[in-house]
Nanobody
Framework: VQLQASGGGSVQPGGSLRLSCATT????????IGWFRQAQGKKREPISC????????YYEDSVRGRFALSRDSAKNTAYLQMNSLRPEDTAIYYC?????????????WGLGTLVTVSS
């Protein structure tokens, strides 16, 4: 099982980024994909999840209305569109597999991608 987050970078406040989570080694349609982030000096925190079915998404209050999830079964890839970015969104972003209804993480984590929001 492999997951690889990519698409991070440096943006100004108010900017946008689209993160990708490319996956291999498991049946993509059988798992939810969750996104977590870890800011420097802080614990890793969940921010969003898209169910295996792709029809239900969950967002933490801190990102709701600004971030949007999607997934492409043909590419075994999930996406996190991040808009209206704020300095407090600065963190390393990780994707992980979760049980189909966005339950507990399965323990498979990809390498993260760094997002820096700064003027």
């Amino acid at each position: 099982v492999q997951l690889q987050a990519s698409g991070g970078g440096s943006v100004q406040p108010g900017g946008s980024l689209r993160l990708s989570c490319a996956t291999t080694g498991f049946t993509f349609d059988h798992y939810a994909i969750g996104w977590f982030r870890q800011a420097q000096g802080k614990k890793r925190e969940p921010i969003s999840c898209i169910r295996a079915s792709g029809d239900v998404t969950y967002y933490e209050d801190s990102v709701r209305g600004r971030f949007a999830l999607s997934r492409d079964s043909a590419k075994n890839t999930a996406y996190l569109q991040m808009n209206s970015l704020r300095p407090e969104d600065t963190a390393i972003y990780y994707c992980t597999t979760q049980s189909p209804a966005c339950g507990a993480p399965s323990g498979y984590w990809g390498l993260g991608t760094l997002v820096t929001v700064s003027s």
